[in-house]
């Protein structure tokens, strides 16, 4: 094996072998937009909410794709669901729909 002098920190390691995706699944049937998301952070600059805390849409669904439900559920709750987000969103996708998606599902 060759050192090419670093390595990956346990704490960022996801083992997908772990990882059900049953629920992320539901949300693709509730809504199939989610899988349209290109992560370009459209969403996440045109929060408003985002000015006082912490709220990333496209971290979220990056976070529910590798199976990090609790820290994916923490992006999201502090939404106020004002539909900026909505607007900006250079593919068309209904991220009110979409986050309204995570929350049921998810909450579960």
């Known amino acids: 094996m060759i ?30 937009d ?3 998301c290109m992560a370009c952070g459209r969403c996440t600059a045109s929060c ?11 971290r979220c669904i990056l976070l529910l794709s590798r199976g990090k439900d ?3 559920l923490k992006e999201i ?4 669901l004002c539909g ?10 209904n991220t009110r729909h979409l986050i309204l998606c995570i929350l ?3 909450k579960q």
């Open 77 to 80: 709750k502090p939404c106020l």
């Open 3 to 32: 050192d090419f002098g670093y390595n990956i920190d346990q704490s960022s390691v996801i083992d997908m072998t772990k990882f059900d995706p049953t629920l992320y699944n539901k949300l693709i049937e509730a809504e199939p």
């Open 48 to 58: 408003t909410a985002g000015q006082f805390t912490h709220v990333d849409l496209r």
């Open 104 to 106: 049921r599902i998810y």
């Open 34 to 36: 989610v899988l349209k």
């Open 84 to 93: 900026k987000c909505n607007l900006v969103c250079p593919r068309g996708i």
């Open 70 to 72: 609790k820290d994916a």
